[in-house]
C-alpha cells in the first residue's frame, strides 16, 4: 500500500443559515447577530492539526486531493477568514496542485466582490444553491433569495474565472406539476452551467416539512418529471454520472466522485463526518464532530465526538451503496484494494442474482449497475444487508 493510494479528501462544514430551510436536515443553525468567524476558522484549523494523526502514514502526511466547503451557508463567511482558512489547510497539509476547492452560496448571501474575493482567496469551484427559479416555490421552500438574485448568482459564477461551477436544482417540489418542474429545468439549462444537480425533494425526519408534511406531486408524476427531465439534460449535453449529477464533458464534481467511489475524507467543523482508512491496519474508521457550535469552540472539550469502526460484515453493503450512485462501471479489484476484504459466498450469490434480475451487469473487471437498477437502488441495496 502506497500512501495515496486511497484518495483523501477534505469537508469544512459552516454551520449557520440566515434562516433554516423547513426541508433541511443538515447540521445548520439560524444566525443569531453576527457570526464569530475569526474565532471558528482558528477551531477550525485546530480540529484539522488534531486529525493529522489519522492520516499519517510511515511519518508522511496523505496528499488531499479535494476541498469542499459546506453548510450552513459558507458564503456568510467574510473573504478575509475564507482566505485564512485555506490558506491554514495548506499550511498543515499537502494539497495537490490542481484540487478542486468548491465552496456552497446562496444566491441571496453574495454580491459580485465577494464572489471575486472567495476565487481570489483560493477557491475554485462554487456550488450555488438555487433550487427554483419559481418565486412561489422559492417561497414555500423558505430560501431567502428571489429568481433575480439566482439568475446574478449564476451569472457571476460563470465570469470570474472559475474553473467549474454548480447550480442545485430541485424538483417533486409542493404544488409542482410536470410543466413547472420541466420549467424550472429549462430555465436552469439556459443559464448552461457546467454542473447541474438536480434532484427530487424527500421529507427527512426532524424538519419542519416532516412535522407539517407538504403535499407533494404523486409517484407518477415524478416518474414523469425525472423521465423527460433526464431526456431535457441529455439533449442539452449534461452527462448523467452519478443518482442526481449532470455535468458537461471534464466538469465531474471531483470530491463527490470520491465519496461515491469509497475514498477517504476528513470532516472539520460542526457535526462533520469523516471516514479514514488506517493504511496500517485495513480499518475503516468513521468519525463526527460536536454538533452545536458553542460545545465545539469549548476549549474544554475535544472536536471529536465519536469514532466508529465499520464492522467486517457491513463493509459490502457500504462499498455498493457509494459506489452503485454512479453510472460508471466500478472495477471489481476496487472492492478489496478499498475495504481491506472480500466478498463472502452470500456476496457472490446476490450479485449474481441481481445480475440475473437486469440490476447489474457484469464483466470479467467490472460491474455496472444499469437503468433499471437506478430506479430500484434502494431494494438492490438491501440485498445486500
Known amino acids: 500500500m ?26 445548520s443553525h439560524n444566525l443569531k447577530g453576527e457570526i464569530p468567524s475569526k474565532e471558528y476558522v482558528a477551531h477550525l484549523l485546530d480540529d484539522l492539526s488534531a486529525d493529522l494523526k489519522t492520516i ?28 485564512t482558512l485555506i490558506a491554514g489547510i495548506k499550511r498543515r497539509l499537502p494539497v495537490a496542485a490542481n484540487a478542486e476547492i468548491t465552496m456552497e452560496a446562496n444566491p441571496g448571501t453574495v454580491e459580485a466582490d465577494k464572489f471575486k474575493g472567495f476565487y481570489q482567496a483560493g477557491v475554485n469551484r462554487i456550488s450555488v444553491g438555487v433550487q427554483s427559479f419559481s418565486e412561489k416555490h422559492l417561497d414555500l421552500l423558505g430560501r431567502i433569495h428571489d429568481s433575480q438574485q439566482a439568475f446574478r448568482a449564476v451569472e457571476l459564477a460563470g465570469t470570474i474565472g472559475l474553473s467549474s461551477y454548480n447550480l442545485d436544482l430541485m424538483h417533486g417540489l409542493p404544488q409542482q406539476d410536470l410543466n413547472l418542474a420541466l420549467h424550472d429545468l429549462k430555465t436552469a439549462i439556459r443559464l448552461q452551467p457546467p454542473h447541474l444537480s438536480w434532484y427530487q425533494l424527500t421529507i427527512e425526519p426532524n424538519t419542519s416539512f416532516a412535522s407539517r408534511p407538504p403535499t407533494l406531486p404523486d409517484d407518477d408524476v415524478l416518474w414523469d418529471i425525472q423521465e423527460q427531465g433526464h431526456a431535457l ?41 469523516g471516514k479514514i482508512t488506517n493504511l496500517h491496519t485495513g480499518e475503516i474508521n468513521r468519525s463526527v464532530k460536536i454538533k452545536h457550535p458553542k460545545g465545539y469552540m469549548d476549549l474544554s472539550k475535544p472536536y471529536l465526538n465519536q469514532m466508529t469502526t465499520v464492522d467486517k460484515a457491513d463493509l459490502t453493503f457500504e ?56 430506479r430500484y437502488l434502494n431494494s438492490l441495496l438491501d440485498s445486500f444487508v
Open 233 to 273: 439534460l441529455s439533449q442539452a449535453g449534461y452527462h448523467q454520472y452519478e443518482i442526481s449529477g449532470y455535468s458537461k464533458p471534464e466538469h465531474q464534481c471531483q470530491h463527490n466522485l470520491n465519496y461515491w467511489r469509497y475514498g477517504d475524507y476528513l470532516g472539520i467543523g460542526c457535526g462533520a463526518h
Open 2 to 27: 502506497q500512501i495515496n493510494d486511497i484518495p483523501l479528501g477534505l469537508y469544512v462544514h459552516i454551520p449557520w443559515c440566515v434562516q433554516k430551510c423547513p426541508y433541511c436536515d443538515f447540521n
Open 56 to 83: 499519517s502514514y510511515r511519518g508522511n502526511i496523505r496528499e488531499v486531493s479535494s476541498i469542499f466547503i459546506g453548510g450552513g451557508t459558507p458564503s456568510l463567511l467574510p473573504v478575509e477568514d475564507m482566505r
Open 319 to 374: 462499498f455498493f451503496m457509494n459506489r452503485f450512485r454512479l453510472v460508471e462501471a466500478c472495477p471489481k479489484d476496487d472492492f478489496e484494494r478499498l475495504t481491506y476484504s472480500t466478498l463472502g459466498q452470500q456476496d457472490t450469490q446476490t450479485i449474481s442474482k441481481a445480475i440475473q434480475q437486469g440490476l447489474i451487469t457484469e464483466t470479467p473487471t467490472t460491474w455496472q449497475v444499469t437503468e433499471l437498477g437506478r
